[in-house]
């Protein structure tokens, strides 16, 4: 699985919209950019994934590079709940073995 | 609420015990994953399980073993515990290889 760089802090105002980068330069044409947070000590929670196109749903949009070398995840308008631990993860997308393989993540703190 | 039940919440034991952490997955996803996250360690993937039969292993430890059973749910067997086995424990369930649904995670502490 291709490695990821984050990081490791952000600040964004409340109201404002939070972008946070990943850098995966040794992604490879089968493998999807997916993206967690991570509330306190709360289990992972899914925001959303894309493999080349952008993508967005009620969370959040993933804005893909063309060369699939880098991605942003955007929180359009940060609410203080979004305060988080943010982790951008590599994988494979193939058959049934989904491991995800978390880095350190990017803390994202959402300020009044 | 991710739909994925772990039981018990805290679980305080000694050193050299052997502990069942539980799962029950979300309703109609075969995939159940085991996680461990400390301190000084992160997030790490420890293993999964696709319909009662092992599909990836990461970084688990000889002394630590799961199955996963006929009606999905699935345990993680940790023995001969150690101080440095203390450690958040998340199961995560899916149906296939997209979201991964977590569980509210067992806080083990080896005293």
């Known amino acids: 699985d291709a490695k990821t760089t984050q990081p490791p802090s952000m600040d964004c105002a409340e109201g404002r919209a939070a972008n946070l980068p990943c850098n995966h330069s040794?992604?490879?044409?089968?493998?999807?950019v997916y993206w967690y947070r991570q509330i306190h000590s709360q289990g992972p929670q899914y925001i959303i994934h894309?493999?080349?196109n952008n993508e967005t749903n009620e969370m959040a949009s993933l804005i893909i590079t063309e060369d699939r070398k880098s991605s942003t995840l955007i929180l359009p308008h940060a609410t203080l709940r979004d305060t988080a631990v943010y982790y951008c993860?590599?994988?494979?997308?193939?058959?049934?073995?989904?491991?995800?393989?978390f880095g350190q993540g990017t803390t994202l703190q959402v300020k009044p | 609420d991710s739909g994925v039940t772990q039981t018990p919440k805290h679980l305080i034991t000694a050193t050299g015990q052997r502990v069942t952490l539980r799962c029950s997955p979300r309703?109609?996803?075969?995939?159940v994953y085991w996680y461990q996250q400390s301190l000084d360690q992160g997030l790490q993937f420890l293993i999964q399980?696709?319909?009662?039969?092992?599909?990836a292993k990461g970084n688990i430890l000889e002394r630590f073993s799961a199955q996963q059973f006929p009606d999905l749910h699935s345990e993680l067997n940790l023995s001969s515990l150690e101080l440095g086995d203390s450690a958040l424990y998340f199961c995560?369930?899916?149906?296939?290889?997209?979201?991964?649904?977590f569980g509210p995670g067992t806080r083990l502490t080896v005293l």
């Open positions: 995560a369930s899916s149906v296939v290889q997209d979201e991964q649904f």
């Open positions: 040794t992604i490879s044409g089968n493998e999807y």
């Open positions: 894309g493999l080349k």
């Open positions: 993860i590599v994988m494979y997308g193939s058959g049934n073995t989904g491991k995800l393989i």
């Open positions: 309703s109609g996803d075969l995939s």
């Open positions: 399980y696709y319909n009662g039969e092992e599909r």
